[in-house]
């Protein structure tokens, strides 16, 4: 199975602040058909999953432009460029190029 | 407005069955790859099933291979699980989702597996 490695496993960050979370995974997620299925997610604290950004660097309709993602082959970033106080939760990085379909152990973004 | 209901969760002694089912709105059902997600009490996310718009193929990893079926009904917008021989490591939130690329989730439903 594709292990995803999520870090930091936490991080703190004030207002404003830009952070940036690190998902590597154990084989190129580099499909046969040339797409990466690399997805990232939030999940607020009592809340569902949402969906951020797809195939790497995609920003999902309705999500805030200070989210970005980027990266290739086994090595992704989620960058959130000025963190706003909603922006609090765990954050999963997914892969579903490779069966079965995996996530990353999560990171946790606390606001300080 | 997208919409995924699951139903069907509860206290279920292990061994035994359960069905969850999530009734999807909002948009056209049968065009969709539609999967499960669970995430045990304070812990992340695992993949559960997936089947096809069809319902023709379906995908399980090898955690409940055997023991839980997907399923979906197109003319009811809906889907389903059925869950046999229910282990303790079996209780989590069970989330049903919308591929691809998992845009929509549901609230979840809560199965606890105990005695």
């Known amino acids: 199975d594709v292990v995803l490695t999520q870090t930091p496993p936490t991080l703190s960050a004030t207002i404003g602040q830009s952070v940036s979370i690190s998902c590597r995974s154990s084989?190129?997620?580099?499909?046969?058909?040339?797409?990466?299925?690399l997805n990232w997610l939030l999940q607020r604290p009592g809340q569902s999953p949402q969906l951020l950004i797809y195939?790497?660097?995609n920003l999902e309709s309705g999500v805030p432009n200070r989210f970005s993602g980027s990266g290739s082959e086994t090595d992704f970033t989620l960058k959130i460029s000025g963190v706003e106080a909603e922006d609090l939760g765990v954050y999963y990085c997914?892969?579903?190029?490779?069966?079965?379909?995996?996530f990353g152990s999560g990171t946790k973004l606390e606001i300080k | 407005e997208v919409q995924l209901v699951e139903s069907g969760g509860g206290l279920v002694q292990p061994g035994r069955s359960l069905k969850l089912s999530c009734a999807a709105s909002?948009?056209?059902?049968?065009?969709?790859?539609m999967a499960w997600v669970r995430q045990a009490p304070k812990k992340g996310l695992e993949w559960v099933a997936t089947?096809?718009?069809?319902?023709?193929?379906?995908y399980y990893p090898d955690s409940v291979k055997g023991r839980f079926t997907i399923s979906r009904d197109n003319a009811k917008s809906s889907l389903y699980l059925q869950m046999n021989s229910l282990k303790s490591e079996d209780t989590a939130t069970y989330y049903c989702?919308?591929?691809?690329?998992?845009?929509?989730w549901g609230q979840g439903v809560m199965v606890t597996v105990s005695s």
């Open positions: 195939s790497v660097s």
């Open positions: 989702a919308r591929r691809e690329p998992f845009d929509y």
């Open positions: 089947i096809s718009t069809s319902g023709s193929r379906t």
């Open positions: 909002g948009f056209t059902f049968s065009n969709y790859y």
């Open positions: 084989q190129s997620l580099l499909d046969s058909d040339g797409d990466t299925y």
């Open positions: 997914m892969q579903a190029t490779h069966a079965p379909l995996t």
